[in-house]
């Protein structure tokens, strides 16, 4: 939760909430934008809240396997050189532009400079809106989508542990998140959810980041929606500790496990909050710490595995071992079966979570829920790896994320997973 940067002040949106119902379009416009390569990201860095872009910027996030750079529209001939995407930062994508007749054409010109820039991908509008001005938002995504429906319009929204003010619903914390989720979805009509839950901290781990990641995720399924997670990559303030490598690795595969195709760290580099302990991306003298090469690693291992689900659907995701809250238990019929199983018990929190985490793909097809053909296997203990025996109903192959292949098929197979890292698997295609 990003508490600490302002938010935009939106209640005059609230107030004005009936005329921008009244102005809503009958039908609003299709959006054409696909997500195309799997999203890694960051907040803040280069280009945004730290200082202006440079090509060794760009440079040295393109060979971080980030592909999604947050930039002003002076800095898009840059990104383009390293084909990076750009997620575009002004004041005037914001809903009270739509109200006043200069900033309108302000927005207008400005959307015909960009839209077909060979950098752009998104527009941001704002970070962890309330509820009460999801109606203004929803007016200025169909708007952009009216005028260039190829690029995303990208919110982020609080994670569970935003307080019912905050949210701008009622009830407890799953009631109020998921009244949270369905608005968004049903009023803004959004092409991606993006939430952000930071799960480390100085006294132990949280208690909600598997329930805010399958509560999304069930959101995200059910409206036919990518989302994002973003995690916790540093210490920005002492009671939030600095990941380690085994534990971003543990961040990038249980949102790979429970269907994400985006990823976005918290923080690339921001001068507000470096300290040398903070285990940023680099040092204020821009150069690459252990923690952007234990990213850099990561991030292709993201693309690879996000890219092979992104035509799967998500079936689910299944604890064995540890059920932390939220989660589901590794049911008793699923067709990949682990050996040795994990006995199951209740996690209690600040203590960290062990044991397996199961993410199930299958074909994307209307109708009947369909068999799952992939398995993410992922090793939730982040201080030590750990081996499991798989087996399917058919022989299986292995993914090598290295290359992006398939192994040669076997009836069972013996995993060795990092410490909190996982295996991608699947039954045998058929030629």
Known sequence: MLTYRPLVVLSVFATALNVFAADQPAARPASEWQIGTPIVTYWAGPGFESRPMTDADAKQLAEGGFNWVWAHESEFDILAKYKLRAILNDDLVRPESLDDPARREQLDALIARVKDHPAMYAYHLVDEPPAGVFPALGRLVAYLRERDPAHLAYINLFPTYANNEQLGTKGDTETSYREYLRQYIDVVKPGLVSYDHYHFTANGDGDQYFLNLALVRQAAVDAGLPFLNIVQ?????????????????????????????????????????????????????????????????????????????????????????????????????????????????????????????????????????????????????????????????????????????????????????????????RVKQSP
């Open 233 to 425: 990559a540093c210490s920005w303030t002492p009671p939030m500790r600095n990941p380690t490598a085994h534990e971003l690795r543990w961040l990038v595969y249980t949102t790979l496990a429970y269907g994400g195709q985006g990823i976005s760290y918290f923080v690339y580099y921001y001068e507000g909050f470096y300290r040398p302990d903070a285990g940023m991306f680099t040092t204020p003298e821009g150069k690459p710490t252990p923690k952007y090469d234990a990213a850099k690693v990561l991030n292709r291992e993201f693309v690879a595995i996000a890219s092979e689900l992104q035509k799967l659907r998500s079936l689910g995701a299944y604890h064995a071992g540890m059920v932390p809250r939220g989660a589901e238990p590794l049911p008793g019929n699923l067709p990949f079966r682990l050996n040795p199983l994990p006995e199951r018990k209740d996690h209690k929190s600040p203590k960290p979570v062990e044991g397996l985490l199961v993410g199930t793909f299958g074909p994307s097809v209307k109708g009947a829920r369909p068999e799952p053909t992939h398995a993410l296997i992922v090793n939730l203990d982040y201080r030590k790896s750990t081996k499991v025996s798989v087996t399917g109903p058919g022989p299986l192959e292995l993914f090598v994320t290295a290359d992006g292949r398939w192994s040669e098929p076997a009836r069972h197979t013996e995993l060795l997973l990092p410490a909190g890292g996982g295996q991608l698997v």
